[in-house]
């Protein structure tokens, strides 16, 4: 990185949920990434589980890692950064009242050797689980409240990033600019050569977006461009500029789970700003980790189709609202054949559910 450049802060948003073991493994990895400038904010959604003493035992020192070792991403996460690192514990009240931020100031100077943030960890009850939009949701607004950054970047618990993935991000956006959200290739961890998301293509008259690159490795990808604009972005890994912030707002809470993303895309790109997908940012992505073991789960597939109804109805002009709800309507009967034939028909009346919803809602 050139040491004669000003790096503005950026904030990096964790949201857990009953998955405190992803989140350690994930903060291991942020915690030695080569960006001079973060700070951690870590949001638990009420976490029936005990996540947060979880999380504090870990910045502590007591409680150790375990990464596997035959497992290739292992040296992301190992050996543990250097404990105790300091942190500060809000509730969401004392977030939005924006009490008790000096404390922060104070514990820089305990920052121990190795760990590359110079800011403590910020960890933050909501009280409720406020769903993904509504987590993230209260650290975004713990940033606007502290109105001393310049972009933050949601990222899921159940990543792992490499050293340099957040600077690489952050290096696109100070080249293109504020007006523009970024995310980067995310591969799926349980295989880490294969793609799982490598730029987004929503399609309006279809309501549908997809993942370009899918299920390819990454030898079989070949990049004409770094850094390519796109039209959507998943909000597994994002980087939203303060600017874009202050333009759009916050993400939609009413989705809860799922598409809220798409519908920040959407805004982002019909307000004629950019969505950029910087190649070369990379992470790793325990897919569905969150709602299961399955990629697809009966959570999932409620929560995904009753979104998708909702944000065709309250987002798309008229014409092409009315080719997405066709389009959705007939490819149904195939689609549920196909799980019916793959003895998964949990997807099938969870998907007739999230439908009924998505138009009654």
Known sequence: MNKKMTYPKVYIILLN?????????CLESVLRNDYPNYQVVVVDNNSS???MEYLKAWAEGKLDVWVNPSNPLRSLSFPP????IPYVSYTREEVENGKNFDLEEKLKSDIPQGVTTKYPIVFIQSGNNLGFAGGNNIGI????TKDDFHSVILLNNDTVIKRDT???LVNAQLEFGEQAIYGGRI???SAPEKIWYDGGKFNEWMGRTVHLNMGKLKTEVKNSQDIKEVNFITFCYVLI???ILEKIGLLDESYFMYVEDLDYSYKVWKSGYKLYHVVNSEVWHKVSASSGKKEVSEFSAYWIMRNRVRFIISRLPYVKKASAIFFLIMTRPVRFLFF???EAKYIINAQIRGLIDGFRK
Do not use: G
């Not at 949920?17 to 493994?25: Q, S």
């Not at 950064?81 to 105790?84: E, M, N, T």
């Not at 607004?141 to 606007?144: G, P, S, V």
């Open 187 to 189: 591969y799926y961890y």
């Open 166 to 168: 957040i600077s690489i």
């Open 340 to 342: 019916y034939i793959n």
């Open 141 to 144: 607004r713990y940033a606007l």
């Open 81 to 84: 950064v250097s404990k105790p």
């Open 17 to 25: 949920y009953n998955n405190w073991a992803d989140t350690i493994e």
């Open 49 to 51: 589980n005990n996540s």
């Open 241 to 243: 500029p303060k600017f």
